[in-house]
C-alpha cells in the first residue's frame, strides 16, 4: 500500500524482503531491496516517478490504483530505464495509453529495446522543467553513467526541496520504514556504502561532476528519494558529501587478502602475512577471505575501502584458482584507484600461479609492489616464517 511521504508526494513502490541477489547473480542483497516509485501530486499535474520490477507489474498497478484512479496520472517520469524500475511499465500503460513519458534521449532508446512499443514519449534533457501548477515544477539534471547511459535526477522545487535521484544514494535494503532516521543507521550505512561499491565505482569521476554539479546548483534540499532503500530525510546533505568521499580514491587504513586454498597451503600462508603486517604495523586492520567461501560482493566492498589487496591462490593447471579469477575479474571492472597490490600462493611444481596473479592485478589497476611470495608443497615453519616476514615487507613498502 502507498505511504505518504509528505502532504503530496506518496512512496508507490514494492519492497522486496527476499531477493537475495539482483543483476542475476552478480550481486547480494542480503537485506533484500526495494523498488522505490513516487506519486507526485502537482496542483495542477499528478506525475508517477518510476515503476518497480516486472515480477511485481500487477501487483503494483492494481495498489496504484487504489490510491488514483489510473486516468488521474497526467505524467509517467522514467529515470532510468533498467528493468527493477521500467518492469511495470508497460502493464501501467496497457491501462493509460497515450501518457506521456518523460526520459532522456538514452532513457528512450533504452525502454523501445526493452519493450519495443511505441509509446508517448517526451524527451527532456538537463534544465527542462515538467509544470505542476501554483508555481512548482519538477526539473531533470541528465545523470548519464550513473549508473546507465540514461539516468537522470529530477528535483522538485516544492516542500522544500526533493531530489528524486533514483539509483543514485540508494541502498538495497528492505524496510518498513521509509526514512534513514527511523533505520540502524550502521546497518544502512554498510548496505550504502556495498551499493557505491558495488554498482557505482567503476563511474566514481562521473559521480564526484555530477555531484559538485547539483552541490553548485545551491538548491534548497529537503530530502533525497532514491529507487532502492530508505529516503534521506534526516541530514540529507550527509550522504552527498559521504559520495563526495567515496568517490576519489576511497581507502581506509585495512589490507584486505583474499585467497583460494586447496589443501590449506595457501591459506596458512594467508594467515601468516597477515601475522607479519599486524606484527609491523599493528594500526592496520587486516581481514583474510576465502574467495570461495565468502560473498563475493561483501568481499568486493572490502577491497573497495582497502589500500591495498593481497591476492593468493595455489597454482592450478597452471594458472590460478577459478574462484580468485572470477573475483578479480569483478575488482578490475570497479575501476580504482590508488591501491596497491601483491600475489602469493602454493604449489607443487610448475608455480607460475603468482606471476600470473601478479599481472592480474596489475591489469586490475593495482600497483603491485613487488613479485609476491611463493611456497613449495606444504609451508613448514620456515617457510610460514618467510610468509610473515613478507607481511612485515609489504607494509613497509605501503608507508
Ligand atoms: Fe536500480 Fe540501475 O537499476
Redesign the pocket.
Known sequence: MAKKITDNISWVGKTDWELKMFHGNELSTRRGSSYNAYLLRGISKTVLIDTVWGPYDQEFVSRLRQEIPLEKIDAVVMQ?N?S??SGALAELLREIPGTPVYCTAKGEAILRGHYHQEWNFVKVKTGDKLDLGGGESLTFVEAPML??PDTMFSYYDGCGGVLFSN?GF?QHYASESLFNDEVPESEMMEEAEKYFANILAPFCPMVTRKVNEILAMNLPLKMICP??GVIWRKDPESIVKQYLVWADAYALNQVTIVYDTMWNSTRQMAEAIARGIRDAAPQVTVKLFNAAKEDKNDILTEVFHSRALLAGSPTINNGYSYAIAGLLEMVKGMKLKKKAGAAFGSYGWSGEGTRLLSALLTEAGFAVVDEGIRAQWVPDSAALAACEEYGRSFISKLQ
Open positions: 532510468h533498467e527493477d524500475h549508473h546507465w539509483d540508494g529507487s532502492h
